[in-house]
């Protein structure tokens, strides 16, 4: 090869390079974003764990770092302060208060009950269901632990009340704060019931220590869980909002196929529980974990749409408790632009 060719062979080669530079995503030759996403350590929660696993969010160009949260009120406290900038938990009235105040947004749903599918069980202990605590329309003159007043246990509790025909203040509630709390004091007796997740309800019931007297699918079509972010980020960084949903929608899509359908994929069930399993129930070895994950399998929204007619229901009932003011919109909550309502 003479001089010339060598010279007219390293420009080419060297236009090759740039050409290739030139193409990468704009997502891929840019700095990722960081961002902090609050969760609960529950199954109903993997939309998030499986979008960060399989590489979706960072696809996205999103940097994420889980921060967890024991209760709802707090996830909410923390995107007001700018601590987390998205959560995935229930509506309650610390989040109502905060979007009133011009703080949080909610803009996507993800947990959602459906009839068919396991959800969130009434528990009894089981010293009150021998004692007659059989059914969820004899929790007039029980106690039920909750974790705050105007959090997802005190809506449910209410509408099971509201379906059952007696005065949802007829039930003692017990705000213990965290959910571990209520497990413990169920077990304990020292109150007669609670509401909680399938992969928690089951095998209380399975040890004993408990018995599903009943389902929330049955007396409500609840919007379990709401994503939410800062209405600074909704406002002034709504790319980032729409990059956070579409990967979460996928880790949920990914979820609902295999979760929902474990008989038809059995393979893949088992990928899935092992990558769940690294944040569900993580104390416990995986052969005593999978079951309570297979378990805890609930729907989650597809494309993260958003129940909002069962939200206006909530903040309505939030409004009749006195727990936030009856002048708080809709339109102050949610913000309606990201994902599809009905």
């Known amino acids: 090869m003479s001089i010339a060719d060598r010279i ?15 193409t990468l995503t704009p997502l891929a030759a840019a700095a990722a974003d960081k961002i902090a996403l609050g969760a609960l350590r529950f199954t109903s929660h993997s939309g998030g764990f499986v979008a960060y ?13 889980f921060k967890f949260f024991q209760a709802a009120q707090p996830m909410a406290v923390a995107i007001a302060s700018n601590d987390v900038d998205f959560g995935v938990t229930a509506i309650s009235a610390g989040l109502i208060n905060l979007a009133e105040k011009g703080a949080v947004k909610v803009v996507g749903g993800a947990l959602q009950e459906e009839r068919g599918i396991d959800g969130s069980a009434i528990l009894a202990s089981t010293a009150a269901y021998d004692a007659g605590l059989t059914a969820p329309g004899k929790l007039a003159g029980r106690s039920l632990g909750i974790t705050q007043t105007g959090s997802s246990f005190h809506y449910m509790a209410h509408q099971v009340a509201a379906k059952e025909g007696f005065n949802a203040r007829e039930i003692s509630y017990k705000p213990l704060q965290k959910v571990g709390a209520i497990i413990g004091a169920l077990k304990s007796g020292q109150i007669d019931s609670m509401i909680i997740v399938p992969h928690i309800a089951k095998p209380l019931q399975k040890s004993g220590a408990a ?31 729409k990059r956070f949903l579409a990967a979460y929608s996928r880790g949920s899509a990914d979820f609902n196929r295999v979760m929902l359908n474990q008989a038809k994929y059995p393979d893949e069930v088992d990928d899935m529980v092992k990558l769940i399993h690294k944040y569900v129930y993580t104390s416990r070895p995986y052969e005593k974990a999978a079951p309570s994950i297979k378990n805890g399998a609930m729907r989650l929204q597809p494309d993260m749409r958003l ?12 409004q009749s408790e006195g727990l936030v003011k009856n002048t708080v919109t809709i339109d102050q909550v949610v913000d309606t632009s990201f994902v599809d309502t009905y």
Do not use: M
């Open 53 to 65: 696993e399989k590489g979706y969010f960072a696809e996205a160009g999103l940097d994420v770092e």
């Open 211 to 241: 018995k599903i007297i009943g389902w929330i699918n049955e007396y409500d079509d609840y919007q379990v869980t709401t994503a939410f972010t800062s209405a600074k980020n909704a406002t002034e960084r709504p790319e980032l909002v």
């Open 8 to 22: 007219h062979w390293f420009k080419r080669a060297a236009a090759g390079c740039l050409l290739a530079a030139l």
């Open 307 to 318: 129940n909002l007619t069962n939200v206006k229901n909530q903040l309505a009932w939030f």
